[in-house]
């Protein structure tokens, strides 16, 4: 047994230099971060495009004898239901038309998203009729219905001789708080969404991980056998310092892409609330990490690095079975099913975080990396727990290190012919 | 002190690579591996570096078995060339300095140094990949000195260079056992073998079939080659086929080669052209080459079988176990 260090960190540095170097790398770590800047501005797209289509509804009056400009009241009390329906906040937008007959015609057209015409009937009631391609149970319809009965109520109160500033009075919003039962508990509802998203995006973070990452890793290996520096590196160092400066140096790698296309998203979230400010008037709402404790991030980047190494020295072991280039997506074949069945088994898992199978699942080594955030994020999960599938991890790495040196130091200088299962058991069994 | 090959047996599935392999090479010498391909040299080689366990037999150097030995007691430039083509020459070199443990600034000292004297100093900053095929081994063979090992073990050094880089290399070669280095390398080319190595080994199907002293190994043919010119024979000397143990092998432009069997006495060729009246203007007893050791031990000449295998090796495309 030899130190797996310096030379571990030699390797894992010329690795590092090499990838980060290659153009292929910056342009794609380029795109890619270009894309999670645009994914994270969605939100803030969204905002734009739906301010453009704000409501605007024209009112005919003039039939009615109202006292006040109804449009200016239509509007405060529309825009005082959006806000206290916890809506978008997309204002609606309220004016007066003097030409009933061209403001119907502007609805048809999509100019007007609506003509709210009011008219007074014999008996003194207002009346109103709303000319819209809205269906009868749209939101906005309820809002113009809710917000004309206020108009209406307001008219018969000052028919009844109240003073308007008193009929003000009269609609002023109530105080109304709410006690909850348990002070600390919290609604299971709040923040669920957020709180699946970072899970989801976890998920398919360690995924395309252990993919991406593990696909480089064996191709590198496989390079390395092609162009036969290898005999010359397997002389210079042993195979366990090759295999953990190999995986180290291609993570740290992929760390630095996933950390460039990272910042450029929260780049992308919090310039949003700036932009937001500029173009809108109104910051948008805080989209992600809501209600995601500090501590499952760490948890989160612990199982998620411990993963990716388990991973990336099988990749390497099976990458040293190729004698092409050609054969190396062939011979990786079988971590690619398991990296997929715990994508798959954690996308299920999401919906059920605290069922059994996720519970047993989440302790395999292969597996936690996926299950554990799930876990962590939406079901309840004990602090042993989270220890034990530690503990699982570290010594999984141990054993895989110990198979792929094996692996690999068979592997690596036989050229020619496919490894049966039967060689590289042999191989495994002899000591080195 | 020297190094000791005991016994070596290792076999690929059917394929028996080494059948019991035995040689011993003393400290400061050079010493030639010879063999056709698939004779076993890169198996056995490569079982001495440790990167290949025997399935049996033993390697020893000064006493200490190979197993129990750092790393960098050894310097080692495989056949098959490889280096990282995208990288500078003197950032791979480091690289490989670096994973013997000598420091950046000895390995920069020392890779200028080598660049020197292989008269490329301007490859420094190169990438690999726009040398030639004959500069790159150059490179590689800086590589396997950096950390001054003190075995130096080399497979086919001489393969692929040109005449001018042959010469190079052998100065290197020699300046390498002068600093009291030993040197072991692989080849098909006896001649290159005549002038560097003191002692050999010949290797076919796995087994040594010779070894010891270049002196001793062509005298222990027990015959000897002598070369004659005469002034007055036009018949071509055919008469001293007629003497007992001695044939023709070769005429030349103003010369014959003659095979004497052991038990016959050259000068008795001198004496028998005397007598005849001839004046004799060149006559020469030299050790058989050692083509024809080899021929005479392998059965077929190295060089021949050299390139039938490559021919061979073309049409299926390089792709057999390295053996």
Redesign the interface.
Known sequence: MTDLFPNAWHVARREYLQRVRTRTFVVITAVLAVIGLGLASIPLIGQVLGDEGAPTIGVYAADAGLSADPAQSLEQALNAIGSAGGGDGSAFEVRSVEDAGAAAADVRDGELDGLLTIGRAPDGELTFDYLSEEGPTSSALLAVRSAATQVAIGDRLARAGLDPSQAGALFAPVAFDLTPLDPNAQDPEENFGPRYVVALAMTILTFMAVLTYGQWVATSVAEEKSSRVMELLITAASPRQLLAGKVLGTGAAGLTQYAVVVAAALIGLLAQGLIGERLLGSAPADPALQGVDPLVLLTFGFFFAGGFLLYALLYAALGSTASRLEDVQQVVGPMVVVGMIGYFASIAGLNAPDADWVRLLSMVPFFTPYLMPARLLLGSVEPWEVLLAAGLTAVALALALWVAARIYSAGVLLYGQRLSLRNVLRAVRVDR | MSLVVDGLRKRFGQVVALDGISFSVEPGRIFGLLGANGAGKTTCM?IV?D???PDGGSVTWQRKPNIALP?DT?G?L?E????????KVIDVLR??A????VPDAQATREVEDWLERFRVPEYRDRKVEELSKGNQQKI?FI?AILHDPDVLIMDEPFSGLDPVNVQLLKEAFLEMRDRGKTLIFSTHQMETVEQLCESIAIIDRGQVVVSGLVRDVKRAMGRQVVRLATDGDDNGSAWVETMDGVSITARREDFIELHVAAGTDPEEILRAALQRGERVTRFEIADPSLEEVFIQHVGRPAAAEEERHLAAAGRAGA????A
């Open positions: 490569r570096l990167i290949l366990r790393r050894w080692y495989p098959e060339r490889g280096l990282y083509l995208r990288m690289f490989f670096a994973l013997y443990g590689q590589a792709e057999e176990p390295a």
